[in-house]
């Protein structure tokens, strides 16, 4: 079946530099991607989306990029924080489809 | 504070045993969800409603129910827990399910540990 995946399961970025998250999608119908952010014993929480008519979208310190060509998906944050220690997790969304699909997560540690 | 209550928060339970998981939202949305979370796995959809009165099977709907009586409330049961369901319970809403922007809101998780 079709599944959305990560390149790394642990990324450790210093504190103050950027960091970019990377994701690999199989479904090409799929048409919509999400973002999410999971701190240590909270649920998920909505950071960035990004519809597949664009390449680029832009948040606060966040960025999301999209390559259809190569089905691939990535966040970026710039300056990275202490706060932004969690586990990030794409998904994508296929029309008509009520169910998202999710990757199996990236845990991002900050090193002071 | 708008949002999404779950309850219990942790609950260790007998295999066999009955359990029902409570989800309330307050942001009159319409979609809901259930999912699981376990390590290495992400978040796997067990049910989900569209709207009040109507319930759909997930990724891994066997041993769950559902029910959606009203548009804030869409409880979990476990007829009779089992070892494997022992995981991470989260409930999510969104203000309309299918196409388009799907952002969820999620609740801060029911852990439930069966022996």
């Known amino acids: 079946g079709e599944s959305v995946g990560l390149h790394l399961p642990t990324l450790s970025v210093q504190e103050g530099d950027n960091s970019i998250i990377n994701c690999a999608y199989s479904n090409s119908a799929s048409d919509y991607f999400i973002w999410y952010k999971q701190e240590s014993g909270k649920g998920p929480q909505f950071i960035i989306d990004i519809r597949s008519n664009m390449d680029k979208r832009q948040g606060q310190r966040v960025t999301v990029l999209l390559n259809k060509t190569v089905k691939h998906l990535s966040l970026q944050i710039a300056a990275t924080q202490p706060g932004d220690s969690a586990v990030y997790f794409c998904a994508e969304n296929m029309d008509s489809n009520y169910q998202l699909i999710w990757g199996a997560g990236t845990k991002l540690i900050i090193k002071p | 504070i708008a949002g999404i209550t779950q309850a219990p928060t942790s609950q260790i339970l007998a295999a066999g045993r009955r359990m029902t998981l409570r989800c309330t939202q307050d942001m009159r949305h319409n979609a809901m969800y259930w999912y699981r979370q376990d390590l290495g796995l992400g978040l796997r959809l067990i049910h989900y409603?569209?709207?009040?009165?109507?319930?759909g099977k997930g990724e891994v709907p066997d041993g769950y129910s559902v029910s959606r009586a009203n548009t804030d409330d869409f409880p979990l049961t476990l007829a009779s827990a089992v070892p494997s369901q022992t995981s991470v319970y989260f409930c999510a809403s969104s203000e309309s399910g299918g196409s388009g922007a799907n952002v969820l809101t999620f609740g801060a998780g029911s852990r439930l540990t069966v022996l």
């Open positions: 409603s569209n709207t009040a009165g109507t319930t």
